[in-house]
C-alpha cells in the first residue's frame, strides 16, 4: 500500500507533518479527518515534495513568538454591527450542525473572519473554550457583543444538548429584528432627507437672495411692499443684524437650537425624561402605532424564541424586559415578571398594562391554555412584523407627496414674496 506525506493542521491552527498509509490520495484525506486533522499538503512519498511547515506561535529561547504580518489576531473590546453578527451566528450554526466540534468551528471563523474585533473577539472565545470555559460563559466576557438573550438562549442550548438548533433560532431572531429595524428606518430617511433640503434651500434664500431683493427694492422711491414681503425681509434683517458686535443672530439661532438638542437628549436619559418620551413615541398619531406594534412584536419573539429555546419563563421574562427598547414595554413586563413569580396568569397584567393589544392577549390566553404559549407568541410575532411592513409601507407612500407639498409651499412662499413687489412694480409701469 502507497504512502503519502502529509501537512496537517490540528484544532488550535497548530501544523504537523508526517505520512500515512492509505489506497489513494483521497482515503488519506479522510482518515487524517477521522484523527481529528485538517489536510493542508498531501503528496504520495517519492511523487514529490511538501513545502515546510509553517511555525506556530510558541516562546523560542524565552521570548514570545511575535504574531505574523498579515495574520493578526485582531482586537478586543469593541463593537460590531448587527448585520456582522447574525453572519457569524449562521455560519456557527451551520459548521456545527454540519458535525463540526465547536472548537474547530470557532478557529475556522476567526481566520476567514475580515473585521478585526469580530476577528479578535472569535480568537478569545476559541482561547476560552480551550482553556475548559462553557461557550456560554466565554461569551459572558463580551457584553458589548453578546447581549443577555445571546448569552442565555445558547446556555440552554448547552444544557438541553441542542446548541446548533438554538444557534439557528438564534439567527432567524437577528435576521427578523433587523429586518424589522431597516424597515422603520427606511420610512424614516426620505422625510429627514426632504426636510434637511427644505431648510438648506430657506436659509440659502434668507441669507443670500433677500438681502439682493431688499436692496434693490430699497432704491424704489413710494413702493409699498406687500405684507408677506415684508414679513420676509424682516426675517431676512433679523438673521443678518448683529445683537451683539461682530456675531449675527442667525448665530445665536443656531447656538439656541443645538443647546436645546443637548438638553432634551441628557432630559431623554434620566428616568422621567425616558418614560415621558416613550410614552409620547406610543401616543403619536401615526408613528405611535408603528412604535406599539414594532414593540409588541419585539417583546413577543424575544420571550417566544427564549421559551422555545428552554430558558426557564422567569429568566426569560428579565431577558425581554432588558431588551424591549421602550421604558413602558419594559414596565409592563416587569409587572408580568411579578404576577407570574406569585403563580398567577400572565395574561392579567398585560390586561392591566393597557399597552398591549386585545388580539395579543387572547391569542396569549389561548397558548396558557392549551400549553404552547412559545408557538403563540412566535405567531404573536409573525402577525405584527407583517403590520409592521404594512404600516411602514402605507405611511411612506403617504409622506412621500406631503413632504413634496411642504417643500413647495416654504420655498415658493419666500419666491412669490420675492417677486410679488415686482410683479406690482412692471404693472405699474405698464398703465
Known amino acids: 500500500m502507497p504512502k503519502f506525506e502529509f501537512t496537517a493542521a490540528d484544532a488550535n491552527g497548530q501544523q504537523m507533518q508526517g505520512t500515512v498509509e492509505a489506497p489513494n490520495q483521497d482515503e488519506a484525506a479522510n482518515q487524517l479527518r477521522a484523527q481529528g486533522y485538517y489536510p493542508l499538503q498531501i503528496v504520495e512519498e517519492g511523487k514529490g515534495k511538501l513545502a515546510p511547515a509553517k511555525k506556530s506561535a510558541a516562546k523560542k529561547k524565552g521570548k514570545a513568538a511575535k504574531p505574523k504580518k498579515g495574520d493578526p489576531k485582531g482586537t478586543t473590546g469593541g463593537r460590531v454591527k448587527p448585520k456582522l453578527l447574525m453572519i457569524f451566528t449562521r455560519q456557527l450554526a451551520t459548521l456545527i450542525d454540519s458535525g463540526l466540534p465547536l472548537l474547530r468551528g470557532l478557529t475556522v471563523l476567526a481566520k476567514q473572519e475580515p473585521n478585526p474585533v469580530l476577528r479578535g473577539t472569535v480568537n478569545a472565545l476559541a482561547d476560552s473554550v480551550q482553556s475548559g470555559s462553557t461557550f456560554s460563559e466565554a461569551l459572558a466576557q463580551h457584553p458589548k457583543i453578546f447581549n443577555k438573550l445571546y448569552v442565555n438562549m445558547v446556555k440552554a442550548g448547552e444544557l438541553g444538548g441542542v446548541l446548533e438548533v438554538v444557534l439557528v433560532r438564534l439567527a432567524e431572531y437577528q435576521e427578523k429584528a433587523q429586518k424589522l429595524k431597516n424597515k422603520i428606518v427606511s420610512a424614516m430617511v426620505y422625510p429627514v432627507i426632504v426636510m434637511f433640503i427644505a431648510v438648506a434651500i430657506l436659509v440659502f434664500l434668507m441669507l443670500v437672495i433677500v438681502p439682493k431683493f431688499e436692496a434693490m427694492f430699497a432704491e424704489m422711491e413710494n413702493q409699498d411692499l406687500p405684507t408677506i414681503s415684508k414679513v420676509v425681509f424682516g426675517t431676512s434683517n433679523f438673521f443678518l443684524s448683529a445683537s451683539v458686535p461682530y456675531v449675527p443672530n442667525v448665530l445665536w439661532f443656531v447656538l439656541v437650537i443645538v443647546l436645546l438638542a443637548i438638553g432634551f437628549n441628557v432630559w431623554g436619559k434620566t428616568k422621567g425624561g425616558r418614560r ?95 400549553g404552547q404559549l412559545p408557538e403563540m407568541l412566535l405567531k404573536v410575532a409573525d402577525v405584527y412584523d407583517d403590520e409592521v411592513d404594512n404600516a411602514v409601507t402605507a405611511l411612506t407612500s403617504i409622506l412621500e407627496p406631503i413632504m413634496i407639498v411642504i417643500l413647495a409651499l416654504v420655498v415658493g412662499s419666500v419666491v412669490f414674496a420675492l417677486f410679488l413687489p415686482l410683479i406690482k412694480v412692471i404693472q405699474s409701469v405698464g398703465s
Open 276 to 370: 415621558a418620551i416613550d410614552t409620547l413615541k406610543l401616543r403619536l398619531p401615526v408613528f405611535g402605532d408603528i412604535q406599539r406594534k414594532s414593540a409588541v412584536a419585539r417583546f413577543s419573539r424575544t420571550l417566544g424564541t427564549l421559551v422555545t429555546s428552554g430558558v426557564p419563563i422567569l429568566q426569560a421574562l428579565n431577558i425581554t424586559r432588558d431588551t424591549a427598547g421602550n421604558v413602558v414595554i419594559s414596565q409592563a413586563i416587569e409587572k408580568v415578571h411579578e404576577a407570574v413569580k406569585e403563580g398567577e396568569s400572565i395574561v392579567t397584567p398585560l390586561q392591566a398594562s393597557g399597552v398591549f393589544p386585545a388580539m395579543v392577549i387572547s391569542m396569549v390566553d389561548v397558548g396558557e391554555e392549551t
